[in-house]
């Protein structure tokens, strides 16, 4: 492993996450410039193409300052998972250390970071995909509650981990827990004997609550003016299916009354900005239930050198 990043000068691969609108894209370009590397996209989102305002993406200038790699990958009609993101995420590494150039990784979506520091192997969980299909076609049917309420019942730990919402997610997760007869804790706990394939150092920006809130409704206002009402109504033409992976993304189904005439635009931009507030409030959770976490004060920020931390 040491021979792979010799040429790199450095030990250990950044990831750069924490809640949205934290300033994770300022801090890893910055980061990326000071160690000469290259950005790798870790967002759930970011992959899909025609969906930039909404996902907060590296705007044009800010991705020719440094190369940014896993973004705008796929329609939004391409159905994504963890999965298929560390398979392309190790291959990026290889290629970058390849050419002597360190990965840095930047998101914040918190089962892609996991899987990395960890090692998830998901071929070792496999999952009877005739299942997962028969309790997607019970939540077109008769909706999640039921499913959710399942999912709870065997493992309750998925409550605070999986948000009834993300149906795609609460459906995977329930076909895979009847199909191994185990706890997703059990399953995790398998698929990480072998431990993480590269040594990665986790860095998350921490904000005061408050402060966090605010930065947050600033950024909802300036979507808006930039254009997150058109890529709403392109996703909204699609006519996707609701547990399409694109359909997830906060910032597009809260504007779908607007465009259907049901709401007005203003209570529909309240609704957005308090769901932004609750996704945050999830990823901090989510981060400060990890393991190994270097938690970067707020304060400490704009002059944070990365570089001391991963030699």
């Not at 790798?40 to 300052?65: F, N, R, W």
């Not at 496999?126 to 399942?150: F, L, N, S, V």
Request: charge should be negative.
């Amino acid at each position: 492993m040491e021979r792979i990043f010799e040429k790199t000068g450095y030990s250990q691969i950044p990831i750069i996450c924490g809640p949205t609108a934290s300033g994770k894209t300022g801090l890893s370009i910055r980061a990326a410039k000071k160690l000469s590397g290259e950005i790798i996209c870790c967002d759930s989102m970011q992959i899909y193409k025609h969906l930039s305002v909404g996902t907060a993406k590296p705007t044009e200038e800010e991705q020719k300052e440094v190369p940014h790699h896993l973004i705008d990958l796929f329609g939004p009609e391409t159905p994504f998972n963890v999965a298929e993101y560390i398979d392309l995420a190790y291959s990026k590494i290889g290629e970058l250390l390849g050419r002597g150039v360190l990965p840095v990784f930047c998101g914040g979506t918190g089962q892609y970071v996991q899987a990395l520091q960890k090692g998830f192997a998901f071929d070792s969980a496999p999952i009877d995909r005739e299942r997962e299909e028969e309790i997607r076609k019970e939540y077109e049917e008769k909706g999640i509650d039921g499913i959710y309420a399942r999912l709870i019942a065997l493992d309750p730990s998925c409550e605070e981990k999986i948000h009834k919402n993300n149906t795609k997610r609460v459906i995977h997760t329930l076909a895979l827990l009847e199909t191994l007869d185990k706890t997703t804790s059990e399953i995790r706990e398998d698929s990480t004997k072998e431990g993480p394939r590269y040594p990665f150092k986790l860095f998350a920006i921490d904000w005061p609550r408050e402060e966090l809130y605010d930065r947050i409704n600033l950024r909802v206002d300036l979507m808006l003016k930039e254009g997150i009402l058109d890529e709403a109504r392109y996703l909204f033409d699609l006519s996707l299916p609701e547990n399409c992976t694109a359909m997830q993304a906060i910032g597009y189904k809260e504007l779908f009354p607007y465009i259907k005439g049901e709401k007005d635009l203003s209570e529909c931009v309240e609704l957005l900005k308090q769901h932004s507030r609750n996704y945050a409030k999830r990823q901090l959770t989510w981060f400060r239930h990890m393991d190994d976490v270097t938690w970067i004060p707020s304060s400490d920020l704009k002059d944070y050198d990365i570089s001391l931390y991963i030699k």
